[in-house]
């Protein structure tokens, strides 16, 4: 993989070329910032920026007022190429706080290992209504220790109104949810991206984690997707890298509360 050239691909096709993330939600392009606006419920903040040392104090200044005046708590996804380079520092000037540093992680398709299945006694379900959703978000509470609202929200949106981008899974011991997850497809790239993959506790370090990261990368594969993209943790970094993903930047996001 040239991962340069992959890492330019990503840039254009996901955050200049941003596309909303629901039904509900829109892309704002406003001088060199490109933002998402949705409901209080979905996910509001910036996907890209083209700013310089002059005028990215006045930039942050102007989205703080737009978020600040809808009542929109909203994150600015900063990567560690942006521009300029203290735009970090300047954020937390600003009264943004960091969130934990992730790894942008990309592979191709064709080069990934997809042999892994789950392990005895665990079955993948898809997840296509209300019922399944509910059971995602189970798990995502009991894995990460956050409310699930939101992810609810978005996720029903989205397979409500636009199905053909989203691919959900639960992976169950008996009835039990014990790990879900799910990939976006951006209509017109050649990326698809994986998000939320979370296992219980007590059912971690068993391979299920694994697991559906090949059922969602076979499912982008018969979809024609080139590319999955993973913003990984430290904790599932080395799983991906084994099952052939490449890091190659970092992303922080950086959150306001109005």
Known sequence: MDQAAVLALFDRDLREGAQPDGPDARIERVGKV???????????????????????????????????????EFEWKLYRHDRPVDLGQRLRAAGFTPEPEETLMIGEVADLILDAEPPEGIRVLPVTDRAGVDLVA??????????????????????????????????????????????ELVPGTRFAGLWG???????RGRGIYRALVAHRA????????RYLQ????????PILERLGFHALTTTTPYVYVP
Request: net charge negative; aromatic share 6%; no cysteine.
């Open 218 to 225: 076979r499912a982008a594969m018969d979809r024609g997707y």
């Open 230 to 237: 993973v913003d990984a943790s430290s904790q599932s970094r």
């Open 34 to 72: 490109i933002r998402q606006v949705a409901p209080a419920q979905g996910w509001n903040g910036v996907v890209w920026s083209d700013l310089d040392e002059a005028g990215a104090d006045a930039a942050i200044a102007d989205q703080v007022a737009h978020y600040t005046g809808l009542g929109h």
């Open 197 to 203: 993959g979370g296992t219980v506790e007590d059912w």
């Open 138 to 183: 189970d798990v995502h509470e009991k894995a990460f220790g956050t409310d699930a609202s939101r992810l609810r929200h978005q996720l029903l949106a989205r397979l409500t109104g636009d199905p053909d981008t989203v691919v959900a899974v639960v992976a169950l011991a008996g009835d039990t949810p014990v790990s879900a997850a799910r990939m």
